[in-house]
């Protein structure tokens, strides 16, 4: 199957008059450890029990090997490391203690012969049409007032579906909700989970 892509609009000509654009693949599918277990059971003597268990180990010890500040190198796949950062701005380095220093990321780097198997592939725009479509306040306020009315929280997910937005306008949207006072974070920062504020919409009715 070629790579399918489709065009979306720079976040940063947002309300300009300068459009700009760029290429982003656009993919519905989600492959997980089961299917590639299948998969590498049919193109080997292994059984899909034995691949997985070889999937978990290697796993298990990526993040050992990682944990331990060691590079680890997958042959034809990619090159992994730990990224770090600090919790506070550093401005003078011998002021700083460990337990300021935290974990951020993985990074990854593609072996040449992924990237070189990539380059070959066949690449076609996406015939469907996946982009963010133009919200007015109106719409967003009725999306909302639905979905509410059956649900007590929302995340960012829900909204996505439900708005036809990609991940990153869905976000822009609900944090300016939650700027104007018309939604609520009651989770995580990282993992927010939305509720109405100051009356706005229509929570679900108690039981």
Do not use: W
């Not at 989600?30 to 003597?45: F, H, P, T, V, W």
């Not at 090159?79 to 002021?95: G, S």
């Not at 076609?124 to 306040?137: C, G, I, Y």
């Amino acid at each position: 199957m070629p790579i399918e892509y489709e065009f979306y609009r720079n976040p940063n000509s947002q309300g300009t008059n300068k459009k700009r654009y760029h290429a982003r693949v656009i993919s519905g599918n989600r492959i997980s450890s089961d299917r590639l277990a299948k998969e590498i059971q049919q193109e080997s003597s292994l059984t899909i029990a034995d691949v997985k268990a070889v999937l978990i180990t290697l796993g298990d010890k990526l993040a050992k090997h990682l944990g331990e500040g060691s590079k680890v190198h997958l042959e034809g796949i990619g090159y992994f490391q730990v990224n770090l950062q600090c919790k506070e701005e550093v401005r003078t380095p011998h002021a700083v203690r460990s337990e300021n220093v935290e974990f951020k990321s993985v990074s990854y780097r593609a072996d040449n012969e992924l990237k070189k198997h990539l380059r070959q592939q066949k690449i076609l725009r996406s015939k469907n049409k996946p982009h963010s479509m133009p919200m007015t306040e109106e719409e967003v306020d009725r999306i909302l007032t639905e979905h509410f009315a059956t649900h007590e929280t929302l995340t960012r997910r829900q909204f996505q579906f439900h708005g036809m937005q990609v991940k990153s306008t869905a976000h822009r949207i609900l944090k300016k909700l939650v700027e104007d006072g018309k939604l609520k974070n009651v989770a995580t920062r990282q993992n927010p989970v939305y509720m109405p504020d100051n009356g706005h919409y229509s929570p679900v009715a108690e039981k």
